[in-house]
């Protein structure tokens, strides 16, 4: 196993939420990694960043994990969910929700709702 | 680096003969498009293995730096 692909491993077995993106949550450097945190940091959701822009071998290293080319990457408890489509396209259908309910992670259903009314 | 628009759904055409495909230039700028592709085989899959099975038809053309296309907004279902 390579060290990027234990990297991996640990960061997704010691955080439920896990968002690989370009920048950080509190600055993120391209649209569609802001799109997620944004999503994310709006529903109050507690997740880890990892930005892939620090590390070349995690940037690589996460596209080969995932079997998926692009950044960003949402995981929740260890399983890839999806990228930038697919997490807006889960949002607004309220499966997000669903899945955090499922997984038990904490989240402010208002603020899940009210993206719904905005984008509705 | 810019990618034409018939490029992509030739591509994917040859992986989903029988899908159907809408590609729609999002910028103008032959970089970021949407493709919305609607097949049979998508049944019973969720949103990943679908959109992965799509990459996979664009054969690379998404990978970074070297990809010719910087961004792809995907939208995959069967037929209703």
């Known amino acids: ?120 | 680096m810019a990618i034409q628009a018939q490029e992509i759904e030739d591509l994917i055409r040859a992986s989903f003969p029988l899908a159907k495909i809408t590609i729609t230039d999002l910028a103008g700028d032959g970089n970021h498009y949407a493709a919305e592709v609607i097949d049979e085989s998508f049944r019973g899959k969720n949103r990943v293995q679908q959109q992965r099975a799509v990459y996979a038809a664009l054969k690379g053309k998404m990978d970074g730096a070297n990809g010719q296309l910087h961004a792809l907004a995907l939208t995959t279902k069967a037929p209703e």
């Open chain 1, 1 to 120: 196993m390579s060290d990027a692909e234990n990297q991996i491993r640990e960061t997704l077995s010691s955080n439920a939420v896990v968002l690989f993106m370009k920048g950080t949550k509190s600055m993120p450097q391209c649209g569609f990694s802001s799109r997620v945190a944004g999503v994310l940091n709006y529903m109050g959701v507690e997740f880890a960043d990892v930005n892939v822009l620090a590390d070349e071998g995690i940037r690589q290293g996460i596209k080969d994990f995932s079997d998926w080319p692009t950044i960003p990457q949402l995981y929740v408890k260890g399983e890839f969910v999806g990228g930038c489509d697919i997490i807006t396209e889960m949002t607004l259908s309220g499966e997000l929700d669903q899945l955090f309910e499922t997984e038990g992670v904490a989240f402010d259903k208002d603020a899940a709702a009210k993206i719904r009314e905005a984008n509705g």
